[in-house]
């Protein structure tokens, strides 16, 4: 039956049954300098309340609270999920989803959204970046119109293995000397980030090195590569086929499954050098004049005595008579959920199409084994708001973009590297390389003692190997 003309705004509505449904709100009050409360409430509402998108938040009580969350609720009650907090708050949503036997359902039908209040701001930047708006100038707005839009973009993630645990991430992996300044500078926390600069420095004075093996499958069809000095950064390719997967992993991890011959990364290369691109940054021109009416104070704010201090109250949250609402305002409790008990639990996602973590790679696969001062892999553009990692990649390009950087490079080149990562031009430094693989493997040696990281948080030292899955994730974007 045809809608009247009275009720076909209601109809419309009906057709778009996202739109009626709230917003869920996961805010981590401790992320970063610990002021993830006071930019919601202050400048993330106003916008959201203006634009009538409803919305429900929940304050996070303790670590991994955002995980089990997603894991047990009825989370088809809301339209999509929305973080506020840094990239760990991201890191436990992704993974609670995969926790759960419907995760290809909440994937498909629950864009995920972030509103950068953390240290590292690492998929927030890189959103903003694949849709080229000027980011630094407003984070919080930015990210705060990518909910209101409501536009949807594909985003790939990567199914990673250890020995104990699957992991799925949406940013990057690393060993070395980028994981170290990420887990021991968390003693710096209350500056921010900063607390990374200023751990570079302790690093780069004292620098480390570690023995291992990194094996990894290239990218076929790499058109292109640009020597610079003695590293290599690879400026075009194609995007693969994607990696066809199953409902599940299973219980067994140790499977040895086909994959199909790749082409060795020396061969994919043609002969012909092409030019970098170059990365300019936004011009002043760039920046949103509505900014300064859509946001309710000035960027320098007094920070709130508490997480829970009276001015922010929950009253805050409904002075404008919305229909959107706020929980866990009680005092939180001090324990966590168990985390071992997450980590035991199913894991459910797609299939891994590589060998066994305890079976050696295919002749396809190119190993490199010595010392290594670090190796990083990424699959956003940005690791945080100023860690411009990998300048060719993409939300949804089927790559991992692979940084090895072996013992032997000089303080100076990398001093050289940890300046340009800034800008981009960090690839252009002696020593660095830069790899499209579509999986890797990190085998440190035994007797040595590190730190492992996926998406920033720590993992166990030892084996690790992760491989992509293109377009798996849907994400908020302007």
């Known amino acids: ?44 509402h106003p916008i959201l309340s203006e634009a009538e998108r409803p919305y429900e938040v929940h304050i996070t009580k303790c670590s991994n609270y955002a995980r089990e969350f997603v894991r047990t609720r009825d989370i088809y009650q809301w ?6 907090g840094g ?107 900063q607390r990374f600069t200023v751990w570079s420095v302790a690093r780069l004075i004292g620098l480390r090195t570690y023995r291992g093996k990194v094996s990894y499958l290239p990218c076929d069809k790499v058109p292109s590569a640009d020597s610079l000095g003695n590293g290599k950064a690879y400026n075009e390719y194609v995007k693969e086929t994607q990696i066809s997967h199953s409902r599940s992993y299973g219980d067994d991890l140790d499977r040895c499954s086909k994959i199909s011959e790749s082409k060795s990364f020396h061969d994919a290369l043609d002969e012909d050098p092409a030019i970098i691109d170059d990365f300019d940054s936004c011009e002043d021109s760039d920046i949103i004049s509505e900014s300064i009416t859509l946001e309710t104070e000035t960027e320098r704010r007094h920070r709130l005595d508490s997480f829970y201090s009276a001015t922010s109250a929950r009253s805050t949250y409904f002075s404008t008579a919305s229909i959107s609402s706020y929980h866990s305002v009680v005092e939180p409790d001090n324990g966590e ?25 295919s002749s396809s696969w190119t190993q490199v084994q010595g010392e290594f001062v670090m190796v990083h ?46 800008s981009g031009t960090h690839l252009t430094r002696s020593g660095i ?32 190997q992760a491989e992509i899955f293109p377009s798996l994730a849907s994400v908020m974007s302007p």
């Not at 036997?101 to 890189?126: F, M, Q, Y």
């Not at 956003?380 to 949804?396: E, I, N, T, V, W």
Request: glycine fraction near 8%.
């Open 87 to 193: 990239d760990g708050i991201v890191f436990e949503v992704v993974n609670g989803l995969f926790q759960r036997s419907d995760w290809e359902k909440a994937l498909r039908e629950l864009p995920l959204g972030v509103i950068p209040c953390g240290s590292g701001n690492g998929l927030a930047k890189s959103i903003a970046y694949a849709k080229q708006e000027p980011y630094d100038y407003n984070p919080l707005l930015i990210s705060a119109l990518s909910v209101v839009k409501y536009k949807r973009a594909q985003m790939d993630l990567v199914r990673v293995e250890t020995r104990n645990q699957i992991l799925f991430s949406f940013l990057s992996v690393g060993w070395g000397l980028l994981a170290d300044i990420d887990i021991e500078s968390e003693r710096l926390r209350a500056i921010g980030g």
């Open 433 to 464: 390389d830069m790899i499209p693989v579509k999986a890797f493997r990190i085998e440190p040696e035994e007797d040595v003692n590190g730190h492992i990281t996926v998406d920033g948080e720590r993992v166990d030292y030892g084996p690790l």
């Open 79 to 84: 339209s999509g999920l929305l973080m506020v």
């Open 337 to 361: 959920v168990d985390a071992e008990n997450n980590i035991n639990q199913v894991m459910y996602g797609p299939s891994s199409r590589l060998p066994a973590l305890t079976s050696e790679v």
């Open 377 to 422: 892999a990424a699959y956003q553009s940005h690791l945080g708001q100023d860690y411009f990692f990998a300048p060719r990649a993409k939300l949804a390009d089927g790559i991992i973009w692979l940084i090895i950087v072996k013992a032997g490079i000089t303080r100076v080149n990398l001093l050289q590297f940890l300046l340009g990562l800034s």
């Open 1 to 44: 039956m045809k809608c009247s003309c009275s009720s076909s705004i209601r109809c419309r509505l009906k057709s778009c049954p996202g739109e009626q449904r709230k917003l869920l709100v996961l805010l981590n009050p401790k992320s970063g300098p610990g002021k993830g409360r006071e930019a919601f409430q202050k400048r993330i």
